[in-house]
């Protein structure tokens, strides 16, 4: 089981970067993707998820209305989509696939069982 976080760089609040999570050695339709992020002295926090059945998407409320997530499963692929960036998104963002989170418990990290490896964003000027 695979998850490959890309897409991350450096951007100038106010841009945009759309990062992608290519997975491998599982079924992705079966699963929820969840993004997370942490940021220096930071703990790991929840950013969005869609879930596995409908593509039900959540947000954090510090990220709605400016992230979208998306994913395409016969591309084994879920998207973060990440517009008017901030400061204060600058992170490590991390993909993670869970086979049992439910909308009420999508920020728990404990409920995902696989997670990539990181991709670093950093929003200055």
């Known amino acids: 089981v695979q998850l490959q976080a890309s897409g991350g760089g450096l951007v100038q609040p106010g841009g945009s970067l759309r990062l992608s999570c290519v997975t491998s050695?599982?079924?992705?339709?079966?699963?929820?993707i969840g993004w997370f992020r942490q940021a220096p002295g930071k703990e790991r926090e929840g950013v969005s998820c869609v879930s596995s059945s409908n593509g039900i998407s959540e947000y954090a409320d510090s990220v709605k209305g400016r992230f979208t997530i998306s994913r395409d499963n016969a591309k084994n692929t879920v998207y973060l989509q990440m517009n008017s960036l901030r400061p204060e998104d600058t992170a490590v963002y991390y993909c993670?696939?869970?086979?049992?989170?439910?909308?009420?418990?999508?920020?728990?990290?404990?409920?995902?069982?696989?997670w990539g490896q990181g991709t670093q964003v950093t929003v200055s000027s």
């Open positions: 050695g599982f079924t992705l339709d079966y699963y929820a």
């Open positions: 993670a696939a869970s086979g049992s989170v439910i909308r009420s418990n999508w920020e728990s990290q404990i409920a995902y069982a696989y």
